[in-house]
Nanobody
């Protein structure tokens, strides 16, 4: 499955962005999808993941209540709505897909998008 992340940009603290993760094929409808981020010099960090149906979601504590993951399987697309953004949210954001149940460990995900930069100014 090929993934394309988009929607990043520059936003002021307190603002919002919605990231999109578009998949190249319908098989993504049977995959769990996750969002991760990586800041310079830091390890890739789990943010949120959803099951293929969208009925099961998990969030990292650092984003719970601010970020929402959702998916539209008719469009082969998964979204990450990010609200109340903080400067520490600045990073490259990646989406990834895996067969089976959603996980939080990036090593469990076999397909990755190219990343989209999110910069939050103070």
């Amino acid at each position: 499955v090929q993934l394309q992340a988009s929607g990043g940009g520059l936003v002021q603290a307190g603002g919002s962005l919605r990231l999109s993760c578009a998949a190249s094929e319908r098989t993504v409808r049977t995959h769990a999808v996750g969002w991760f981020r990586q800041a310079p010099g830091q390890e890739r960090e789990f943010l949120a993941t959803t099951s293929w149906s969208g009925s099961t979601t998990y969030y990292a504590g650092s984003v719970k209540g601010r970020f929402t993951i959702s998916r539209d399987n008719a469009k082969n697309t998964v979204y990450l709505q990010m609200n109340s953004l903080k400067p520490e949210d600045t990073a490259v954001y990646y989406c990834a897909a895996k067969m089976g149940v959603p996980k939080t460990d990036p090593a469990e995900f076999g397909s990755w998008g190219q990343g989209t930069q999110v910069t939050v100014s103070s």
